[in-house]
């Protein structure tokens, strides 16, 4: 079962936001992409949910949450800036084909580690736009993941 890395769907401008960064809420078009995003996730069945404690990760893996009946586990090691904690994270949890919601500094760390670590193919230029998907497959029994897909985000096709 794969490791689904989710990075938030689309936020308020950081520049206008006025309050914590960490409470800075998904904007209307960031909702429709958690909403639309559900059908794609949900496809994958999920053991876990587990998202950075910023707003705008727990807001685009609640509706899977909701439509899972599953809670969303708020993981520090997700957060902005903890990029390789997360790698570590993603080692002990593959077994529980998780869903994890982290950000745009955090998803591309983990990829290049992976890349090194497993030799995964991640495209000749990859991306992690908001509200895309990472799908990593994990080769049985080794603790390495062997295949890296991409999903663009729900609203872009």
């Not at 936001?17 to 800075?24: C, Q, T």
């Not at 949900?42 to 809670?71: H, K, N, Q, Y």
């Not at 983990?110 to 090194?116: E, F, N, S, V």
Request: proline share 8%; hydrophobic share 40%.
């Amino acid at each position: 079962m794969p490791v689904v890395l989710v990075r938030h769907a689309h936020a308020l401008s950081r520049d206008r936001w006025e309050g914590e960064d960490r409470d800075r809420e998904l904007s209307a078009k960031g909702r429709r992409q958690a909403e639309m995003l559900v059908p794609v996730l949900e496809s994958m069945a999920p053991g876990r949910i587990l998202s950075s404690p910023f707003l705008r990760c727990l807001d685009t893996v609640r509706p899977l949450a909701a439509a899972l009946g599953r809670p969303v586990e708020s993981e520090c090691t997700l957060a902005e800036g903890e990029g390789r904690s997360a790698l570590s994270l993603i080692d002990d949890l593959a077994s529980d084909s998780p869903v994890l919601c982290s950000h745009g500094d955090v998803i591309p760390e983990i990829l290049a580690a992976l890349a090194r670590r497993d030799g995964l193919d991640l495209g000749a230029v990859p991306r992690w736009e908001k509200a895309s998907v990472w799908v990593l497959e994990p080769e049985d029994g080794t603790g390495r993941f062997y295949r890296a897909t991409y999903l663009p985000p729900p609203d872009r096709g």
